[in-house]
C-alpha cells in the first residue's frame, strides 16, 4: 500500500514542468497554450459578438460561453470526434469557473465564445484547459478581477500528491483525484470536484498544496500575458 | 477589406498581401510528433493558416469486397477555435468535403498499399484513422490540411500486437506501407485570373476552385468548387501550376 516513488521521479509536492504561451491562434480575439508535463491544452477567444438565437440574448449583460473537447488523437484510444457526455460537464464546471473572474456588464446581448481542445492528453486536462482558457480571456481584453489557476492533486496508494499524470491516476491500488481551480488573489476555490477515496485531513493537506502550486501557475500564466504584450508592443 | 479592392488588384496582377498570383504564401512548414498519443502526427503551415493532422490505428473487419484490405478513414472537425466563422456541432459541409477530398488523394494515388493493411484475411485489418483539424483558418485548409496528412502518415509508426490486441503507446519500429507522397494543389479563379494559395478575403471572392492531387506525372484526384465555369483551357493551365507548384510543397515533406 506504501506509494514510494513517483513514476517520473518528481517529489510528491513536485508539479510537472509546465509551460505557457499567449496569442497563439491569430485569427481568434485571443488565444493561448497551456502545457503542464504531457498534458497540451490550447484555447481561443471570440466575442464579445452578437449571439444568436436572439432570444438567447441578455440585456442585462453579456453571456459567457465555453466549449471543451479533445482532439480525437489527443488520447491513446481514439476518441470519436464531437461532443461527449464528459466533455459537456467539463465545458459547464470551466464555463462556472471563468464566469467567477470575468465581468461582461459592458455586453449587453453579446456573447463571449471560449473554446478548448486538448492536443495531446496525459491528465489534468481539464486544469490545463481552464489554465488556457483564463489567459486568453484576459489577451482578448475581457474585463477580469484575476486571472484563474487550476491543478489537480490527489492521492496515489498512501501518499499525497500534486499533478497526477494518467499513470498515477491508474494507479492499481487506488487513486483520488481532486481537479481545483483558484483565485489566485483572494484564495477562493472556484472549481472543486473529487473522484476517489480520501480522509478529510488528506483532502485538507491536498487543497494546501493546490493553493501553493495554483501560485505558481499564477506567475507563469501572468509572465506569458506580459510577454506577448512586450512582443507587441515591440512589433 | 471591400471586395472591389481585391477584385481591382487581381486584375492587375497582385494581390492584398502583395504576392504574385501563382504564389504560395511563407513560410510552408511542417511540424512533427506534436500528439504523442497518436500513431503519427504533423502541424502543417502555410502563411498564418495552421492544419493538425493525426493518425491513430485500430484494428477491424475487412469490407466483405476488399476481404484482404486495410482501410482509411478521414474526417475533418473545423474548430469553432480556427475561425469565427466555424461553429461547433455535427460536420457540416465543407468540413465533408475536405475530408473526403484529402481521402481522394491519399486513395486514389494508391500511397497506402492497403493489401500490407491486412493481418488475416476476412477477419483482421489495421483501419488508419486520419483526423484533421484546423487551428487557424487564413484560407486554403485544403492544401494545408492534405500536407498535414501526408507529414503526419510518413510519421507513422504501428503499435504493439499481442494476441490481436493492440498496446497502445508502445510504438514498434514500422511504419505504414507508404509508396509514395500525393501532393495536393488548390487553383482558384478570380475575374479571368488564376490565382494559387488564397487566403481567407480572396476565398471571399472566388468564382471557381480546382483542387488537384498529383504524384510524380500522374494526376490521382480533382474536386472543382465554385459556380462559375472553367473552360478547357482554364483547366489545363491549371493542371500546369499544379505540377509547377508540387515541387515547391514536396520539399516541405522532405
Given at each position: 500500500m506504501t506509494y514510494t516513488k513517483r513514476p517520473d521521479g518528481r517529489k510528491f509536492d513536485e508539479p510537472r514542468k509546465m509551460e505557457a504561451k499567449v496569442?497563439?491562434?491569430?485569427?481568434?480575439d485571443g488565444s493561448a497554450m497551456f502545457k503542464m508535463g504531457d498534458t497540451i491544452a490550447i484555447a481561443a477567444v471570440y466575442g464579445p459578438r452578437e449571439l444568436h438565437p436572439?432570444?438567447?440574448?441578455n440585456p442585462e449583460r453579456g453571456t459567457l460561453r465555453c466549449v471543451y473537447d479533445m482532439l480525437s488523437?489527443?488520447?491513446p484510444d481514439r476518441k470519436r470526434p464531437g461532443p461527449s457526455r464528459r466533455g459537456t460537464e467539463i465545458s459547464m464546471v470551466t464555463e462556472n469557473s471563468l464566469l467567477s473572474v470575468?465581468?461582461?456588464?459592458?455586453?449587453?446581448n453579446a456573447v463571449v465564445d471560449v473554446f478548448i481542445n486538448i492536443t495531446?492528453?496525459?491528465?489534468g486536462t481539464r486544469c490545463a484547459g481552464i489554465n488556457a482558457a483564463v489567459m486568453a480571456l484576459a489577451d482578448a481584453g475581457i474585463p477580469m478581477r484575476d486571472l484563474v489557476s487550476a491543478i489537480s492533486v490527489g492521492k496515489v496508494g498512501d501518499k499525497v500528491v500534486c499533478d497526477l499524470d494518467k499513470d498515477e491516476e491508474d494507479y492499481e491500488e487506488g487513486s483520488t483525484d481532486i481537479p481545483v481551480a483558484i483565485v489566485?488573489?483572494?484564495?477562493?476555490?472556484i472549481l472543486l470536484q473529487l473522484d476517489g477515496s480520501i480522509k478529510k485531513e488528506e483532502l485538507k493537506e491536498a487543497l494546501k498544496m493546490a493553493k501553493k502550486t495554483c501560485d505558481d501557475i499564477y506567475k507563469i500564466q501572468k509572465k506569458a500575458l506580459k510577454k506577448a504584450y512586450q512582443e507587441f508592443q515591440n512589433e | 477589406m471591400s471586395e472591389n479592392y481585391i477584385l481591382d488588384l487581381i486584375k492587375q496582377d497582385s494581390r492584398i498581401d502583395g504576392r504574385k498570383l501563382k504564389e504560395f504564401r511563407k513560410p510552408v512548414k511542417i511540424e512533427t510528433g506534436?500528439?504523442?498519443?497518436?500513431e503519427g502526427s504533423a502541424k502543417a503551415t502555410i502563411g498564418e493558416t495552421e492544419v493538425i493532422a493525426g493518425i491513430k490505428l485500430s484494428l477491424g473487419e475487412p469490407y466483405p469486397d476488399n476481404p484482404d484490405e486495410g482501410t482509411i478513414m478521414v474526417t475533418s472537425e473545423l474548430l469553432p477555435m480556427a475561425s469565427e466563422e466555424f461553429e461547433s456541432g455535427p460536420p457540416g459541409k465543407q468540413a465533408i468535403e475536405l475530408a473526403r477530398i484529402i481521402d481522394r488523394g491519399i486513395r486514389e494515388s494508391k500511397?497506402?498499399?492497403?493489401?500490407?493493411?491486412?493481418?488475416?484475411?476476412g477477419e483482421l485489418i489495421w483501419l488508419v484513422f486520419i483526423d484533421i483539424y484546423p487551428i487557424?483558418?487564413?484560407?486554403?485548409l485544403i492544401d494545408a490540411s492534405a500536407l498535414a496528412t501526408v507529414a503526419a502518415l510518413k510519421e507513422v509508426k504501428f503499435p504493439k500486437l499481442e494476441k490481436n490486441k493492440i498496446k497502445y503507446g508502445?510504438?514498434?519500429k514500422d511504419k505504414l506501407p507508404l509508396t509514395k507522397i500525393p501532393i495536393t494543389c488548390t487553383l482558384v479563379k478570380i475575374g479571368d485570373k488564376i490565382l494559387v494559395d488564397p487566403n481567407s478575403e480572396e476565398e471571399q471572392v472566388i468564382d471557381a476552385r480546382l483542387s488537384v492531387a498529383v504524384c510524380g506525372n500522374k494526376i490521382n484526384a480533382m474536386q472543382k468548387g465554385g459556380i462559375e465555369g472553367l473552360s478547357f483551357k482554364e483547366i489545363d493551365e491549371m493542371m500546369d501550376i499544379a505540377f509547377e507548384k508540387e515541387k515547391e510543397l514536396r520539399k516541405a515533406i522532405q
Open positions: 496569442g497563439i491562434i491569430k485569427r481568434a436572439r432570444f438567447l440574448q488523437f489527443s488520447v470575468v465581468n461582461l456588464d459592458q455586453f449587453p495531446q492528453a496525459n491528465a489566485p488573489r483572494t484564495g477562493e476555490v | 506534436i500528439s504523442k498519443n497518436a500511397a497506402l498499399d492497403f493489401k500490407k493493411l491486412c493481418i488475416k484475411k487557424n483558418d487564413a484560407g486554403n508502445e510504438l514498434t
